[in-house]
């Protein structure tokens, strides 16, 4: 289990909310994902699986990479999480 804080869930969620998509490598030891250099990938891999898990995420895994777009519950989801109107 890996604890994420809260900013760290914020500068992940406000990428989902801004892009639309994100594209995770599945690879634990990295220490930043690609995209997001403040938080570690691992963070990124399991807010993901959260995420995908309740719904609000779509995802694609192909050669080690996975690939997940926001669906509108999802959307909805990201507004109200980052208070955003």
């Known amino acids: 289990m890996v604890l994420v804080s809260k900013e760290n869930k914020r500068y992940i969620y406000a990428y989902l909310l801004r892009e639309g998509v994100i594209v995770v490598k599945k690879d634990s030891y990295l220490p930043k ?29 192909n050669w080690q990479w996975g690939y997940y777009t926001v669906t509108n519950n999802g959307v909805k989801y990201l507004v109200k999480e980052l208070g955003v109107s």
Do not use: C
């Open 33 to 61: 994902h690609q995209n997001i250099p403040e938080v570690t990938n691992l963070e990124v891999q399991m807010v993901v699986k959260s995420l995908k898990s309740r719904g609000f995420l779509a995802d694609v895994f």
